[in-house]
């Protein structure tokens, strides 16, 4: 091809990325990742609904697993629990894969097919599902984590704090390794979004439906990250008071202050393109390595760090 031609044809594809991008920027930046870093298996049900798959990312086959295994993040994405799916989030897949995470991106069923607390029974089938294939994946079934960002931190907040979700599929938050939770909403009544009142069954939504009403039973590590001028989710009210929580509680807490970031680009960060607006891909990649294993056994002193 000449090299007009080749310009020519990068413009064209910009311009498609641009337009991707300006409509659904998890879906352009997930049409950029790369693809020899890892290993996609997509659609994997987990559940009989075609809202119940996961993709799972493996690192790629030249990477060698520690002999205890891989650690598991299982990913929920958020869309104010009414919008999502999965394939817009290979990028995080890849970016956790590709630093020696085997990690799960999960769908779930969202409203109006479904409402409050269906949406995690079918987290808590996900993770369940992935937790049982463990070894068939070269995972450490001790170095599960399950993680999220806005309303599926919110998912993951609530398994990892509320044991009667994994009660129900016969587990346990105490055989998780921690949990992580970007700009989520672990507070938020009175609700005063539209949107999300009827998910919730507005106004008689149960106060055991916010995920602050369980931290103080937890003694899980977390991750807490939040970007301080949110304007969609209140983080000194959801983020800040949810590690106050947890620290009082004895769980270790880790908290990450993102100057540069916004409430989406908190997980757009995690695209290749967009990692210089917040190391949070380092800081999360770093909490998992550096958790150690589920001891159902023991709880260690809380320790918060907070930094930016």
């Given at each position: 091809?000449?090299l007009p031609?080749l310009?020519l044809?990068?413009?064209?594809?910009?311009?498609v990325?641009?337009?991707l991008?300006?409509s659904?920027?998890?879906?352009?930046?997930?049409?950029?990742v790369?693809?020899?870093?890892?290993?996609?298996?997509?659609?994997?049900f987990y559940?009989?609904d075609?809202?119940?798959?996961f993709?799972?990312?493996?690192?790629?086959?030249?990477?060698?697993?520690?002999?205890a295994?891989?650690?598991?993040?299982?990913?929920?994405?958020?869309?104010?629990w009414t919008?999502?799916?999965?394939a817009?989030?290979?990028?995080?897949?890849?970016?956790?894969?590709?630093?020696?995470?085997?990690?799960?991106?999960?769908?779930y069923?969202?409203?109006?097919?479904?409402s409050y607390?269906?949406f995690?029974n079918?987290?808590?089938?996900?993770?369940?599902?992935?937790?049982?294939?463990?070894?068939h994946?070269?995972?450490?079934a001790?170095?599960v984590?399950?993680?999220g960002h806005?309303?599926?931190?919110?998912?993951?907040?609530?398994?990892?704090l509320?044991?009667r979700?994994?009660?129900?599929?016969?587990?346990s938050p105490?055989?998780?390794?921690?949990w992580?939770?970007?700009?989520?909403?672990?507070?938020?009544?009175?609700?005063?979004?539209?949107?999300?009142?009827?998910?919730?069954h507005?106004p008689?939504?149960?106060?055991e439906?916010?995920?602050l009403?369980?931290?103080?039973?937890?003694?899980?590590?977390?991750?807490?990250?939040?970007?301080?001028?949110?304007?969609l989710v209140?983080?000194?009210?959801?983020?800040a008071?949810?590690?106050?929580?947890?620290?009082a509680?004895g769980?270790?807490?880790?908290l990450?202050?993102?100057?540069?970031?916004?409430h989406?680009?908190?997980?757009?960060?995690?695209?290749?393109?967009?990692?210089?607006?917040?190391?949070?891909?380092?800081?999360?990649?770093r909490f998992v390595?550096?958790?150690?294993?589920a001891?159902?056994?023991?709880?260690?002193?809380?320790?918060?760090?907070?930094t930016?």
């Amino acid at each position: 091809m000449s090299l007009p031609r080749l310009v020519l044809a990068a413009l064209v594809a910009l311009c498609v990325l641009l337009a991707l991008a300006a409509s659904a920027p998890s879906r352009a930046l997930s049409v950029l990742v790369p693809q020899g870093s890892h290993v996609l298996t997509p659609d994997i049900f987990y559940g009989t609904d075609p809202r119940q798959r996961f993709d799972l990312y493996q690192p790629d086959a030249g990477t060698a697993a520690p002999d205890a295994g891989f650690p598991m993040v299982v990913f929920f994405y958020g869309g104010s629990w009414t919008q999502g799916r999965k394939a817009d989030y290979r990028y995080v897949g890849e970016a956790l894969a590709s630093r020696g995470i085997v990690t799960v991106v999960a769908d779930y069923r969202l409203y109006p097919q479904v409402s409050y607390p269906q949406f995690l029974n079918d987290a808590a089938m996900a993770l369940a599902q992935a937790m049982r294939r463990a070894s068939h994946w070269k995972v450490d079934a001790t170095r599960v984590f399950v993680m999220g960002h806005s309303a599926g931190a919110y998912n993951a907040a609530m398994l990892a704090l509320d044991p009667r979700w994994l009660a129900g599929q016969d587990l346990s938050p105490r055989q998780l390794a921690g949990w992580i939770g970007l700009a989520g909403p672990y507070d938020f009544l009175p609700i005063r979004s539209a949107t999300v009142q009827p998910v919730f069954h507005h106004p008689d939504t149960p106060a055991e439906s916010q995920p602050l009403q369980h931290a103080a039973q937890s003694r899980l590590p977390a991750f807490l990250g939040a970007a301080p001028l949110d304007e969609l989710v209140d983080p000194q009210r959801n983020t800040a008071q949810m590690a106050g929580l947890l620290q009082a509680s004895g769980a270790p807490v880790t908290l990450k202050w993102y100057d540069g970031a916004s409430h989406a680009t908190l997980v757009g960060a995690f695209a290749r393109p967009l990692r210089w607006i917040a190391p949070v891909l380092d800081d999360v990649v770093r909490f998992v390595h550096a958790t150690p294993n589920a001891n159902p056994h023991a709880a260690p002193p809380g320790a918060m760090v907070a930094t930016r």
